[in-house]
């Protein structure tokens, strides 16, 4: 029904009623899309399940980024979190590998196709049990590819029994007691050469915006462990990955902000107390620091602020570490700028007279 115009109405004749009014545009990003066009299905977890805010902030990472959904490869294991790439960008590559098994897989289509934004969504029970084998080996060649660990420290999908990297002491739902050391995930790859660690918290909108947007810039493997409630299993008291005890002992690391290569975004910050740091497409990460000074690009203290954070019970989030010139895989194989993929088979299989020649070799 249209809204009445004229003197009885208040508004001029012919005159548009406020009712009336078109609705506000659409926010487009630099490629004209729209927020939409990165949506993916409907989400089939937990209502308020850490990981769903999770593939929020991805959406937005890469809306805001201006990065085509069409460029995007979504990687995953299984378990819960590794079924979150079907909620997100629904027009992205995807591939839902086999349980702990996402690394060599992102490797091939990262190596097959260098233009791809290669995005690996695993779990705690994906990445720090059965997958950790092929995950140490992703840290130390330095494979393009944002690692996104959702990690509650329990198996969600298989009724939150403890995982590798629940801390010993915390107790399940029925009072079961956490006894074997945590894997610090962060610790690991930062350890095994990780260029970019960091970690951060599902409930924490702003600083996990701009620790993705910073990994989707960094250009190599940039792991980010996510602490994320699992809601069903693993957010009562003597849990060390609820909600409550996250926020309790959160002790941030600097204040983010990031700035992306194209300049249409301007951040307000005081240079004197911040430091910055150019990421491999152009794009920067400036970092006031919190409290004591802290250097992310200092292996050695990275490792030793982590291993004294474990002994107080604090949970360090923001960048732990960042070394933004060591070199990726794709650099280290020298890889042609052309996709392998669309290569014709002359330039990437040997000729038979090669081949000869290396089995002559080995006779
Ligand atoms: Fe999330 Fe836990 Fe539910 Fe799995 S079981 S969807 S991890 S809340």
Redesign the pocket.
């Known amino acids: 029904m249209s809204a009445a115009t004229g003197p009885a109405s208040g508004l001029p004749p012919g005159a548009a009623s406020p009712a009336a009014a078109s609705p506000p545009a659409a926010r487009q990003n630099r490629l004209g899309l729209l927020v939409g066009d990165y949506k993916g299905g409907k989400t089939t ?2 209502a ?4 769903n805010a999770i593939s929020e902030r991805l959406l937005e990472a890469y809306f805001d980024l201006g990065i085509a959904p069409e460029q995007v490869a979504k990687l995953s294991g299984i378990g ?2 590794s079924k979150t790439p079907a909620y997100f960008m629904g027009r992205s590559h995807a591939f839902n590998t086999v349980h702990g098994r996402m690394p060599s897989v992102a490797t091939g289509a990262v190596l097959a196709n260098r233009t791809l934004h290669a995005v690996g969504v695993s779990g705690d029970g994906d990445s720090a049990s059965i997958g950790i084998g092929q995950l140490v080996h992703l840290l130390r060649r330095n494979v393009p590819l944002v690692y996104l660990v959702e990690n ?1 420290g329990v198996y ?2 298989t009724k939150g029994q403890f995982s590798a990297t629940a801390d010993p002491g915390s107790t399940l739902k029925g009072g079961e007691v956490a006894e074997l050391p945590a894997i610090d995930l962060c610790a690991l790859a930062i350890e095994l050469g990780a260029a970019y660690v960091a970690r951060s918290f599902s409930g924490d909108k702003k600083q996990l915006s701009v620790l993705l947007r910073g990994a989707i810039a960094h250009g190599g493997t940039a792991l980010i462990d996510v602490l994320s409630p ?5 957010d009562h008291e003597g849990s060390t990955k609820s909600f409550a005890w996250v926020k309790e002992h959160d002790e941030p690391l600097q204040e983010l902000s990031f700035v992306p290569a194209f300049p249409d975004i301007a951040v307000d910050y005081d240079p004197g107390t911040t430091t910055e740091v150019a990421l491999h497409d152009g794009s920067r990460l400036r970092l006031r620091k919190l409290g004591a000074d802290y250097d992310p690009r200092d292996r050695a203290a990275a490792l030793t602020r982590l291993m004294a954070a474990r002994g107080t019970g604090e949970v360090l989030t923001g960048l732990l570490f960042v070394d933004p010139k060591a070199p990726t895989l794709v650099e280290r194989l020298r890889l042609p700028e052309a996709p392998l993929a669309t290569l014709p088979p002359e330039r990437v299989r040997p000729p038979p007279a090669a081949l000869d020649a290396i089995n002559a070799a080995l006779r």
Do not use: M, Q, R
Not at 230 to 234: A, E, K, P
């Open positions: 977890l937990c308020g399940c850490g990981h819960c979190s509650n969600g999908l699992c809601v069903t299993f693993n």
